[in-house]
């Protein structure tokens, strides 16, 4: 069962395409792992809106941030926004005003 599909807005398709590809690849499928098994190491909640899919590979953490859209009809739609490799205990709170002001960009367009 999918809990969730997700789409990859420019700055999470920039950020992935810059990966290896063996990082390219675990980012992907813990992505999927996570639509399938709703997994909080896989995809955890940060603030009321904001979300991070986490991936570590090769002893590198890896941060999509990403938010819901629950007006997608027959589904439930999960936007990823943007990626980072995280070097602190905590998600900079620059990186959560990011995906924030690219959630409210991306209502805009709808």
Do not use: C
Request: positive net charge; glycine residues 2%; proline residues 2%.
């Amino acid at each position: 069962m999918r809990y969730f599909d997700t789409i990859f807005l420019e700055g999470a398709k920039v950020f992935i395409e810059k990966q290896n590809p063996k990082t390219r690849m675990k980012i992907l499928y813990n992505i999927d792992r996570a639509a399938q098994s709703n997994d909080a190491k896989l995809f955890k909640k940060l603030s009321s809106e904001i979300w991070e899919f986490r991936t570590l590979h090769a002893g590198t953490q890896i941060r999509l941030l990403a938010f819901w859209d629950h007006n997608e009809k027959n589904k439930t739609l999960v936007v990823a926004t943007h990626g980072f490799i995280k070097k602190v205990d905590k998600v900079p709170n620059r990186e959560i005003e990011r995906a924030i002001i690219a959630r409210k960009e991306y209502f805009l367009k709808q």
